[in-house]
């Protein structure tokens, strides 16, 4: 079974930065794709970052130029730094691992929370 423990978030004032990583075990198919999701209060999950295990990335347009994704192949780990924080960048973050084998397999973190000061 895939598991996804998330670190890193937390309170941050605006303009601020933060880290996040989530780290995957249990994932038996090696060509998977990471990335991170988010959900605001009344809004939905939207995408922010994702990354291939042969490293193409995908950012959402809200966070390009300010958010990096990054992973380690080796730990099964990604991660995504972000600066310049904005307070609408306030959400709960989650952790997000899917593979193809024969069926599109998706798995969750639990979520982080990243609060933004303004």
């Known amino acids: 079974q895939v598991q996804l423990v998330e670190s890193g978030g937390g309170l941050v004032q605006a303009g601020g930065s933060l880290r996040l990583s989530c780290a995957a075990s249990g994932s038996r198919f090696s060509m998977n794709t990471m990335g991170w999701y988010r959900q605001a209060p009344g809004k939905p999950r939207e995408l922010v970052a994702a990354i291939t295990k042969g490293g193409s990335t995908n950012y959402a347009d809200s966070v390009k130029g300010r958010f990096t994704i990054s992973r380690d192949n080796a730990k099964d780990t990604v991660y995504l730094q972000m600066n310049s924080l904005k307070p609408e960048d306030t959400a709960i973050y989650y952790c997000?691992?899917?593979?193809?084998?024969?069926?599109?397999?998706?798995?969750w973190g639990q979520g982080t929370q990243v609060t933004v000061s303004s």
């Open positions: 997000h691992l899917s593979f193809v084998l024969g069926s599109l397999y998706n798995y």
